[in-house]
């Protein structure tokens, strides 16, 4: 039997806005993970963006807000800007009839507009790890009455340098709070603050079918590095996507494909890190609303951001890490929509493909022509024998 919202216990404010954006039932993630949040326990989720983890928190968060406090009662920890951003809205439509208010705050925006804005009853507050901890230093904010911390997108935090940082945060809260930490792999370092910080966790773990859709195709196409951006544009022309992404791996590179693509295809734009706030969040909208058809970025876009209408991925670079194939990947196929990512791979690229396969588990289907080379499987450590 499927279970719907209604069989758990939310406000009906809380029924009657998730009625209205149109979620009919909960997601897997959201079905474990939100009777555990709703009593109270502790939680790790792991759990990949485009599992409709963003509500698995924000609907018991938003449930369990006193609207007549004006007071910061839930934190919400994650490691980029436009991640806040898209938390802070989703939070604000689930909590919408029930009058919670909601707000982020991250750098590279004006800090005194955020002040204000913090000063006039926010409950459910979203933060980049910097901002938040200017604003605690700086006394401008006051954590004392927050219940529920959330950390989001823990292994992408470590991995951008945050560990201090969330330290730091987790021991301003000296009162006793539950705390959710969502993350899409367990480092070791993540492990290390449920540990020392969490009580008797409980864990939610999506099965890897649910956590890495089924709808997605993996698809290859073996090049020279010299023919790459030909290939990208022969597969952008024939496989006509809705809209598409196209990562690279360094700013440079992205601003280069970007240049070649817009002369020979419309509706190209790029995004990266060393863009300003206001342009980042004016590119992210543009692409959000179907404006932009093609976004060449750099992994800014690969984590947790939600781009509903993105069919085509295209890795025009591939990473050696094989989680960030998962994240980049994820950018398509959401909410079971169909979704095909197409890698470019070079020979210098085939170990890191290899890593990739072991990773979703699959065998590579190329486009065109095999590579001539085997993909190198991982070297076995044969311990020499004693003469
Ligand atoms: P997330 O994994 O939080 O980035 O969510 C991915 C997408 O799923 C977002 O567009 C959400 O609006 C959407 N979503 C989340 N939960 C549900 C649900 N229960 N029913 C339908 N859509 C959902």
């Avoid at 709703?38 to 924000?58: E, M, N, P, V, Y």
């Amino acid at each position: 039997m499927t279970l719907s919202f209604s069989d758990l216990a939310l406000d009906p404010a809380i029924l009657k806005a998730l009625d209205k954006m149109g979620y009919k039932e909960p997601s897997p993630i959201q079905a474990e993970a939100i009777p555990l949040v709703l009593q109270g326990h502790d939680l790790i989720a792991l759990a990949q963006t485009g599992s409709g983890k963003t509500a698995a928190c924000a609907i018991p968060v938003c449930n369990r807000v006193d609207i007549e406090r004006p007071l910061v009662q839930a934190l919400i920890v994650v490691p980029t800007r436009e991640l806040a951003l898209q938390y802070a809205t989703e939070v604000q439509k689930i909590g919408v009839e029930k009058g919670v208010k909601a707000f982020a705050i991250y750098g590279g925006e004006d800090a005194s507009m955020q002040q204000s804005k913090l000063k006039h009853g926010v409950h459910v507050l979203v933060a980049t790890p910097g901002r938040l901890i200017d604003f605690i230093y700086s006394r401008q904010i006051d954590l004392s009455h927050v219940e529920t911390l959330i950390l989001d997108e823990a292994d992408e935090m470590l991995s951008m340098g945050f560990y201090e940082d969330l330290e730091f945060i987790i021991q301003c809260l000296v009162h006793d709070h539950q705390t959710l930490l969502f993350s899409a792999t367990m480092p070791k370092d993540i492990l290390k603050i449920a540990k020392n910080h969490m009580k008797e966790p409980r864990e939610v773990s999506l099965t890897s079918a649910q956590a890495s859709p089924q709808t997605i195709e993996h698809r290859f196409v073996y090049c020279h590095f010299k023919d790459k951006e030909a290939s990208l544009v022969k597969m952008m022309k024939e496989l006509q996507p809705k809209q598409a992404i196209i990562f690279c791996h360094s700013r440079g590179e992205v601003e280069k494909v970007c240049r070649s693509l817009q002369k020979q295809i419309e509706g190209v734009d790029f995004l990266h890190a060393g863009l300003s706030q206001d342009i980042r969040s004016i590119i992210t909208g543009k692409f959000r609303s179907g404006r932009t058809r093609f976004l060449v970025a750099t992994d800014v876009a690969s984590r947790g951001l939600d781009f509903s209408g993105v069919t085509h991925v295209f890795i025009y670079h591939l990473a050696d890490d094989p989680d960030l194939y998962v994240h980049r990947s994820g950018r398509t196929g959401r909410q079971d929509r169909e979704g095909i990512v197409i890698t470019f791979v070079t020979d210098r690229e085939l170990r890191s493909l290899s890593k990739v396969l072991e990773k979703i588990k699959k065998e590579p289907i190329w486009i065109g022509e095999k590579p001539k080379l085997q993909a190198p499987t991982r070297r076995r450590y044969i311990p020499r024998r004693s003469k």
